[in-house]
């Protein structure tokens, strides 16, 4: 298996004006940790929403280049989603899983990905052109290549190990990180809600 911070590193060695939409837990541990930017959204305590969080993004903004990094346990909780983005394709979203086949923040139980079930061939069914497994460093280079190219929908399920590097910790507030994500991405100061309720 990979390893995990390695292979977000890869990805996001070359994003540019890319943003980054992370996965609670390990997914935002690793942006943190090798790409830190204003233009990441750090997602804590919504499990499940993240995918849908860079579809609605990636809707919105058509001009940028939406990634989406979660982990495998996020990502079942909210497969529903894939239904939803692989009905409307919008080009400039990538999603990428990383697959330990663990729930690592409840306590490390195996999830369903350790049980056999395929969310490379889910993503498929629901419509995406460019979907695939990656499980070596050559699959890796070979994904890494053609990432930051905006010509479909693509979702990268990548199997890694399930050791946990330490913990970087980007700021928790989420008023602080919402306003500083909007700002990077040019939004007006007037559209900013800058209160705590």
Known sequence: MLERRAVVAKLLEHRGNAVVISGLGSPTYDVAAVSPSERNYYLWGAMGGAAMMGFGLALARADLHVIVITGDGEAL???GSLATIGANQPRNLSIVVLDNEHYGETGMQQSHLGMGVDLCAVAVACGFTQACAVTTEAELQTAVSTFHKTAATKFLQVKVSPESPPRVMPTRDAVEN??????????????LITDKE
Do not use: N, V, Y
């Open 77 to 79: 909780m909210g497969m």
């Open 178 to 191: 919402k306003i500083t994500f909007r700002q990077a991405l040019g939004a007006e100061q007037s559209d």
